[in-house]
């Protein structure tokens, strides 16, 4: 099981970005896919997830500017993020759970995590 997280770079504030998770060696389709982050000094924070069946679900500081999405044909999931602040800074993490059809929100453990990719918001 094994998750690839890119996307990252440095935006200015208002900017947009958009993360991919590349999934190889499972059953994509079947899987919950979560985006966690983490910044300097700081724990890691749960941020969006998708369940199998496409049920999205958002921390609140982050709703209305970030979508989550999956595509499962390319066994790839998103994070499109919009209105980005300085806030927003710190290293993205994607993570599968095969527990697909659970309320993401409410999973615990997960089965595979990205390496993550650096998002830095700034002018």
């Known amino acids: 099981v094994q998750l690839q997280a890119s996307g990252g770079g440095l935006v200015q504030p208002g900017g947009s970005l958009r993360l991919s998770c590349a999934a190889s060696?499972?059953?994509?389709?079947?899987?919950?896919i979560a985006w966690f982050r983490q910044a300097p000094e700081k724990e890691r924070e749960w941020v969006s997830c998708?369940?199998?069946?496409?049920?999205?679900h958002y921390e609140d500081s982050v709703k209305g500017r970030f979508t989550i999405s999956r595509e499962n044909a390319k066994n790839t999931a998103y994070l499109e993020m919009k209105s980005l602040k300085p806030e927003d800074t710190a290293t993205y993490y994607c993570?599968?759970?095969?527990?697909?059809?659970?309320?993401?929100?409410?999973?615990?453990?997960?089965?595979?995590w990205g390496q993550g990719t650096q998002v830095t918001v700034s002018s």
């Open positions: 993570a599968a759970s095969k527990h697909g059809g659970a309320y993401c929100p409410a999973l615990l453990n997960y089965d595979s």
């Open positions: 998708i369940s199998s069946s496409y049920s999205t």
């Open positions: 060696g499972f059953n994509f389709d079947y899987y919950a």
